[in-house]
């Protein structure tokens, strides 16, 4: 986990970044806990950083202008959905 988030330098003891685009590890998956409204410019930045294959919108999040967004660019997308509730109903 490598947490983004512009009002902060440290989360749970690790750094933070201020964009996706800023960190310089590969990305999979980008795991979006913002509302629905502030989603597009979230996937904007996604796609700059080359490579992400997933962005997972969590539960109540949809925005089908920033989901296709993604699609167009080849990144697969999951929406209205929570990451740790799929994983429990997939492994048990």
């Known amino acids: ?23 310089s590890e590969q990305i999979d998956v980008v795991d979006v806990f913002r509302r629905s409204e502030d989603v597009y410019p979230v996937i904007e930045d996604a796609i700059k950083k080359k490579g992400v294959k997933v962005v997972w919108l ?28 799929e994983h429990i109903r997939l492994m048990l």
């Open 58 to 85: 969590q539960e109540g999040i949809h925005n089908i202008e920033a989901e296709n967004l993604a699609r167009i660019n080849g990144i697969d997308v999951v929406y209205n959905r929570c990451m740790l509730a």
């Open 1 to 23: 986990m490598i947490p983004v988030n512009p009002n902060t330098s440290e989360i749970l003891g690790r750094k933070s970044y201020d964009r996706i685009s800023d960190i």
